[in-house]
């Protein structure tokens, strides 16, 4: 034996008694790991151990591959690939890799990251050696002592430390043990369910109003620290709501989370859409978005409550988007009953949602471009979260009807009616309906009069930013309207809802300073009435009829609104994964809800929720996590929120059973009676055909008094209390009323 011989054969027993050690230190590294995972998770150890076993029986079978279809190419291959390299070095076991593996236990974490990079270079040099059959023998029977050393632990710890040192040849850059991946893993999974159980990492969509009624429209979305807000409008008062003017939305819990806040965007400019934004601006002071008529009525509102100064407005145009917080929300063209209506497509980290606004399928629209479909097809094939749908007409089958069809119906009215003064209400925001009565006007050479406040007020607006168009001469101003023949002018008013207040219920009730309905006038009404308001309509009609007036309310009309037809159209464009209608009563929600399932969304993603409730969603759930603070807050004059319900149930006693004042005077020091009961009767009885029932009650009164201060009784809250009572009794035992009675003790 040669002095190279010698030299090569003492290498061979130094890498041999490193790879030993370094086996030993491994398995006893990784044996406590093993049983410390154990003792915290035992499915945690199996679910790693099966994973790790499965990676390691892809690679010997992809690096295997290569080398049985380019044999001539294997060493290659094997050099530059790192899953190949390392089957190559399982296989033949060199000292190379054994050496470096051994001096990566032996060391710090450090020098263990940087002894790994430089492996793959050390082996590839080793592996065109000579002689590498010898020592991938001596580093195989190596590795098998060191394992006998483990055999008699616990099976679990042998599967851990087996898929670990499998793992650690088929990966060298994830060198960490068995048991520090275990220690990591398991947290995570813990973290991640507890996420989901609060709503972290989703998507949360908040209705604030709008979903049990029409109006009130208001829809919080919120990702982690951003909150957007889809529109902010207002409700008009039921007829229970006495006195009340107009119901706004709670906004409580944006107010908890001002600072998420990042801005309003607004669909269109109706009132139940932007009428609330004035009240809430001035709790929640952030950016308000919106296409250019919309901003420009907002504000109008705006200057009306002298917001102006401190209110940030963008203009924003249709296919442009707005960055807010986690948020891109990009403005898309729809028709509607108004111009500049946006359907938006709001980007989230969850995914994309679609919230088409208020929306009808015009192919032919009096002003602008039709809805772009083509937008709605690109954002299905890119795939959509969830689309949040107007349910308004989801009970009416078929489509709804071009705003041109009501032109020729305008046509033939003025055709048929030459002799006669026409009188058109309708919506003060329909501008289409507006451009349409002007244009049929001037056909038949009349003169227009706009008439009611909001109406002048959008005109005046949509004429500036040329939305409408009235030729020179048309349009005149109510003062002049005596100055014309009434077979020469058109009235174009509002009122079609029958609203107490607009200008033609004040001509039905013969109130209207310049107008008088006369049995020649024609009046169309152009609309057809909101849910509720039926019988005030009705009224108003049967006024009209009854001072002789010629009323015309068919084909008059056409909705702003997609009927079943359009909503199918809508789905199958989108193909959403969730569906939750918004916009409507529940009747409307829930027919729109069967719609859905009907095109293919499935049925437990087609989600039915209130005002206030919390809707998370992921990629793959959608479902009620919680529920917030919602309602309504009554505007009564210039107080907001100071009308509540006591306020409402105390008006309604008044105005079914009246009022009954008690009036006494009693002396400051004696307590003695000086003068009364007097009692003051509104509201319940006419006094003077009354008279013995109001001397009976008070003799009543009159006597309990007198009971109090015989007994001594000096509280002037015990005394109100024992005339109230003994009041209420006789008044109810008399007459089944219960009036509302408010004791006065005066002291002198």
């Known amino acids: 034996m040669n002095l190279e011989e010698k030299e090569n054969m003492a290498e061979v027993g130094a890498q041999t008694a490193n790879v030993q050690e370094a086996n030993v230190q491994e398995a006893n590294v990784q044996t406590a790991g093993a049983q410390a995972a154990v003792t915290e998770t035992r499915a945690a150890d199996m679910q790693t151990a099966n994973v790790q076993t499965e990676a390691l029986a892809a690679a010997p079978e992809q690096a295997a591959k290569k080398p049985q279809?380019?044999?001539?190419?294997?060493?290659?291959?094997?050099?530059?690939?790192?899953?190949?390299?390392?089957?190559?070095?399982?296989?033949?076991?060199?000292?190379?890799?054994?050496?470096?593996?051994?001096?990566?236990a032996g060391r710090g974490e450090q020098k263990n990251t940087q002894t790994t990079k430089a492996a793959p270079a050390r082996q590839t040099a080793q592996n065109k050696q000579s002689k590498p059959a010898g020592q991938g023998r001596q580093a195989s029977q190596s590795k098998q002592a060191s394992q006998s050393k483990t055999v008699s632990q616990p099976k679990q710890g042998a599967q851990s430390k087996s898929?670990?040192?499998?793992?650690?040849?088929?990966?060298?850059?994830?060198?960490?043990?068995?048991?520090?991946?275990?220690?990591?893993l398991a947290p995570a999974k813990h973290s991640s369910k507890e996420g989901k159980k609060d709503g972290k990492g989703k998507l949360k969509i908040i209705p604030l109003g709008g979903l049990e009624q029409i109006g009130m429209n208001i829809t919080a979305f919120e990702y982690e620290d951003s909150i957007i807000i889809v529109d902010c409008g207002l409700a008009f008062p039921g007829d229970d709501m006495l006195g009340i003017d107009l119901v706004i939305p709670d906004v409580s819990y944006l107010k908890q989370n001002i600072d998420k806040v990042k801005g309003f965007v607004i669909t269109h400019g109706h009132e139940d859409h932007i009428g609330a934004l004035p009240y809430i601006l001035q709790q929640i002071n952030v950016p308000?978005?919106?296409?250019?008529?919309?901003?420009?009525?907002?504000?109008?509102?705006?200057?009306?409550?002298?917001?102006?100064?401190?209110?940030?407005?963008?203009?924003?145009k249709h296919g442009q988007s707005v960055n807010l917080g986690c948020f891109r929300v990009e403005f898309i063209k729809t028709n509607h009953s108004i111009q500049d209506a946006s359907a938006l497509a709001i980007f989230s980290p969850v995914g994309i949602v679609l919230h088409t606004?208020?929306?009808?399928?015009?192919?032919?629209?009096?002003?602008?471009?039709?809805?772009?479909l083509q937008r709605f097809a690109e954002l299905g094939k890119k795939g959509v979260l969830a689309l949040l749908a107007d349910s308004t007409n989801a009970t009416r089958p078929g489509f709804t009807m071009s705003e041109r069809t009501v032109g020729k119906t305008f046509d033939t009215i003025f055709s048929e009616h030459k002799n006669q003064r026409i009188i058109v209400a309708t919506f003060a925001s329909n501008v289409d309906r507006v451009?349409?009565?002007?244009?049929?006007?001037?056909?038949?050479?009349?003169?227009?009069?706009?008439?009611?406040?909001?109406?002048?007020t959008v005109m005046e607006i949509a004429s500036q930013l040329g939305y409408i168009n009235v030729p020179e001469g048309t349009l005149i101003d109510i003062e002049h309207l005596r100055n014309y023949p009434p077979e020469s002018t058109v009235l174009i008013t509002t009122g079609s809802q029958g609203e107490s207040m607009a200008a033609l219920s004040r001509m039905a009730s013969g109130i209207h300073?310049?107008?008088?309905?006369?049995?020649?006038?024609?009046v169309v009404l152009s609309s057809t009435p909101i849910p509720?308001?039926?019988?005030?309509?009705?009224?108003?009609?049967?006024?009209?009829?009854?001072?002789?007036?010629?009323?015309?309310?068919?084909?008059?009309?056409?909705?702003?609104?997609a009927c079943q037809e359009d909503l199918k159209l809508i789905y199958s464009l989108i193909h959403p994964k969730f569906a939750i209608p918004v916009h409507g009563e529940y009747r409307h929600r829930i027919a729109q809800k069967?719609?859905?399932?009907?095109?293919?969304?499935?049925?437990?993603?087609?989600?039915?929720?209130?005002?206030?409730?919390?809707?998370?969603?992921?990629?793959?759930?959608?479902?009620?996590?919680?529920?917030?603070?919602?309602?309504?807050?009554?505007?009564?004059g210039l107080g907001v929120g100071d009308v509540g319900n006591i306020v409402l149930r105390d008006r309604q006693n008044l105005a079914q059973n009246g009022i009954i004042v008690v009036v006494l005077t009693l002396e400051k020091h004696s307590n003695q009676l000086l003068a009364g009961p007097d009692i003051v009767s509104r509201g319940f009885v006419y006094v003077r055909e009354s008279e013995d029932l109001l001397e009976e009650a008070h003799t009543v009164v009159a006597d309990a008094v007198e009971d109090c201060l015989d007994r001594h009784v000096n509280d002037w809250g015990k005394i109100k209390n024992i005339i109230k009572d003994s009041l209420s009794d006789f008044l109810w035992k008399r007459m089944k009323r219960n009036p509302v009675i408010l004791p006065i003790i005066m002291e002198v």
């Open 594 to 636: 069967e719609l859905a399932e009907f095109m293919g969304v499935a049925k437990e993603n087609a989600v039915l929720v209130n005002s206030g409730d919390v809707v998370a969603l992921d990629g793959n759930t959608c479902e009620v996590i919680d529920h917030v603070t919602c309602g309504g807050i009554l505007v009564d």
């Open 435 to 456: 451009q349409q009565v002007v244009n049929t006007a001037y056909k038949y050479g009349r003169k227009v009069v706009v008439e009611g406040r909001s109406m002048v």
């Open 532 to 561: 509720g308001n039926e019988k005030a309509v009705s009224n108003v009609v049967n006024e009209l009829s009854m001072k002789g007036a010629q009323i015309i309310n068919q084909d008059t009309h056409v909705s702003g609104h």
């Open 357 to 372: 606004g208020d929306f009808k399928i015009d192919y032919t629209p009096v002003f602008g471009d039709p809805i772009d």
């Open 69 to 104: 279809n380019r044999r001539p190419a294997q060493r290659k291959t094997a050099s530059k690939e790192p899953g190949s390299q390392t089957a190559e070095a399982s296989r033949k076991k060199s000292s190379g890799t054994g050496k470096s593996q051994g001096q990566n």
């Open 163 to 184: 898929a670990s040192q499998q793992k650690q040849q088929q990966s060298q850059p994830k060198a960490a043990s068995a048991s520090k991946d275990l220690k990591v």
């Open 513 to 522: 300073k310049k107008v008088s309905i006369t049995p020649r006038d024609v």
């Open 288 to 316: 308000v978005y919106g296409t250019r008529l919309t901003i420009a009525l907002i504000e109008h509102k705006l200057e009306e409550h002298r917001l102006m100064k401190n209110t940030k407005r963008k203009v924003v």
